[in-house]
C-alpha cells in the first residue's frame, strides 16, 4: 500500500555510527526530507534530497534510491544527545504536492 | 529567521465544546499543514493548503475544518469536540525543500 515505513527502534553505540532507514511507496515523488524529534517536541528539519546517491553534510549524511523507493540517515560520531527520533517524509507530487511522514525510528544511543 | 507560531499551547476544553487552532509562518511559504500527533500513529496530516483561500484535505480530516486567510495564517477549527481529537497538533510550513514546525498545542478534550 501507500505510505512510508521505518523501524521502530535502533541502537548503537556512543563513538560509532548508525544508519536509519525509511522505505516509501507513494504516487508521486518531490523529494524526500529526514527530521529530528525529541520527546515532547517539534520534528526539526535535517535534511532533502530530490536526486539519487550520498548527501553528506557532517554529522548528517543522506541516501536516496528513487528506484528502489529506498533512503537512509546515517548518523557518524554518535554522541548521547543524539539520541532521539528519526522522522522521514515523502512529498508527493501527484497529491497537491502533500507530505506523508513515516511513525519515526527512536534511535537510542548507549554509552 | 523564519518561523512557524501556535496558539494557543495548552488548551483543555469539554465534549462538545468550540476550539479553534491559530497558526501564523514568516516563512513566506506558499504550503502549510495541520498534523496531529498521536503515541503509536506518529505524524497524521488532517488538512493543508497551498496559498491563501485555498484548503486540501488530508488523512484524517474528520471534525476538523481549516482555512487559509493569508498567506501567513492557517486555523485549525473543531466545532464539536471529542475525547478522541485530545492530541498534540503541530502545524508547519513548507516551500521546496523541508518543513518547518511550530512548537505544537497540547489539546485536552474531557
Known amino acids: 500500500g501507500q505510505g512510508v515505513e521505518q523501524p521502530d527502534n535502533l541502537m548503537s553505540v556512543e563513538g560509532t555510527f548508525a544508519r536509519v532507514n525509511c522505505t516509501y511507496s507513494t504516487s508521486g515523488f518531490n523529494g524526500l526530507s529526514w527530521y529530528q524529534q525529541r520527546e515532547g517536541h517539534a520534528p526539526v528539519f535535517l535534511s532533502y534530497v530530490v536526486l539519487d546517491g550520498l548527501k553528506d553534510s557532517g554529522h548528517f549524511s543522506t541516501f536516496l534510491s528513487r528506484s528502489n523507493g529506498y533512503s537512509y540517515l546515517l548518523l557518524t560520531e554518535l554522541q548521547i544527545k543524539d539520541s532521539a527520533s528519526y522522522l522521514c517524509?515523502?512529498?508527493?507530487?501527484?497529491?497537491?504536492?502533500?507530505?506523508?511522514f513515516g511513525k519515526g525510528t527512536h534511535l537510542h544511543v548507549l554509552p | 529567521e523564519a518561523a512557524v507560531t501556535q496558539s494557543p499551547r495548552n488548551k483543555v476544553t469539554v465534549t462538545g465544546g468550540n476550539v479553534t487552532l491559530s497558526c501564523r509562518q514568516t516563512?513566506?511559504?506558499?504550503?502549510m499543514y495541520w498534523y496531529r500527533q498521536d503515541t503509536g500513529h506518529g505524524l497524521r496530516l488532517i488538512h493543508y493548503?497551498?496559498?491563501?483561500?485555498?484548503?486540501q484535505i488530508g488523512d484524517v480530516p474528520d471534525g476538523y475544518k481549516a482555512t487559509r486567510t493569508t498567506q501567513e495564517d492557517f486555523f485549525l477549527l473543531l466545532e464539536l469536540a471529542s475525547p478522541s481529537q485530545t492530541s498534540l497538533y503541530f502545524c508547519?510550513?513548507?516551500?521546496?525543500?523541508?518543513?518547518?514546525f511550530g512548537p505544537g498545542t497540547r489539546l485536552t478534550v474531557l
Open positions: 508547519a510550513s513548507s516551500g521546496t525543500g523541508g518543513v518547518y
Open positions: 516563512n513566506s511559504h506558499n504550503y
Open positions: 493548503s497551498y496559498g491563501a483561500g485555498n484548503l
Open positions: 517524509a515523502v512529498r508527493d507530487d501527484t497529491n497537491a504536492y502533500k507530505v506523508i
